[in-house]
């Protein structure tokens, strides 16, 4: 099995850890900055802090109320929570005595404060450095991959609808049960990704490399795949779909 890499982990090895901080995170916010309940982080150097009042009965990763801490997460599935794409991305510093809380597995963490260290561009991240990165769950909504390097990535259960993947290298990728509706993977490199119980429809496969890729049980509807000529014995397709005999994957 492989071991999927967390990409903290790969970008916090380019930072020094603020003195008095012992823990990084990750977090996701739309451009301004602003994430959930309208909450503004600061510019990189700044602390962001919650006003409290601080709910004694409340261990877990989310606030109860406004007040109730802030958060960040420690992978990109706890990120995803948040219900904003992960593709401007705060790396912060946090102590371990500010942590009020936080989620099964701690995929999510509650806490009073946190320094914002740097601004990361999700996406460029992952075109760069997004081979066998851990984005099990991730929201990666309309998110511009196009020309990612996601080979053999855990995209598990990702949710990649309306993103640009053309031309992305995703051979060997984890893909089941993603949800890839009108997800542009024009020209992609799928082959011996696993695509099983994957949302599909809608999406244009044309040109994609499909030799080997694991399509059991895929949502297949109104997807284009013209001039997709990869698909061969090993190609696992969902019922009413099959390769003819110029290599070409058409409906039944």
């Not at 009020?100 to 597995?105: A, D, T, V």
């Not at 066998?132 to 909504?141: C, E, G, K, P, V």
């Not at 049960?177 to 244009?204: F, H, T, Y």
Request: include cysteine; glycine fraction near 8%; hydrophobic fraction near 40%.
């Amino acid at each position: 099995m492989t071991d999927h890499v967390n990409l903290l982990e790969l970008i916090a090895a380019d930072y020094t850890m603020p003195k008095g901080y012992d823990r990084w995170l990750i977090r996701s916010v739309r451009p301004d900055l602003r994430s959930s309940r309208g909450f503004r982080w600061p510019y990189p150097g700044g602390v962001a802090r919650a006003d409290g009042p601080f709910e004694a009965d409340n261990s877990g990763g989310c606030p109860s109320a406004v007040g109730d801490g802030i958060c960040a997460a420690t992978n990109w599935a706890g990120m995803s929570s948040g219900g904003i794409p992960a593709v401007t991305l705060l790396l912060v510093a946090v102590k371990t005595g500010d942590i009020l809380g936080h989620e099964e597995g701690e995929s999510k963490l509650r806490f009073k404060a946190a320094k914002v260290v740097d601004v990361i561009d999700g996406t460029q991240l992952l075109k760069e450095r997004g081979a066998n990165a851990d984005l099990s769950s991730a929201d990666l909504s309309s998110a511009n991959l196009r020309l990612a390097d996601l080979r053999l990535a855990d995209l598990s259960l990702a949710d990649l609808r309306l993103a640009n993947l053309s031309l992305a290298n995703l051979r060997s990728a984890d893909l089941r049960s993603a949800n890839l509706r009108s997800a542009d993977l024009r020209s992609a490199n799928l082959s011996s990704a696993d695509l099983s119980l994957a949302d599909l429809s809608l999406a244009d496969l044309s040109s994609a490399n499909l030799r080997s890729a694991n399509l059991s049980s895929a949502n297949l509807r109104s997807a284009n795949l013209s001039s997709a000529p990869h698909g061969n014995a090993n190609t696992h397709l969902p019922s009413g779909w099959s390769v003819n005999s110029d290599g070409l994957i058409v409906p039944d």
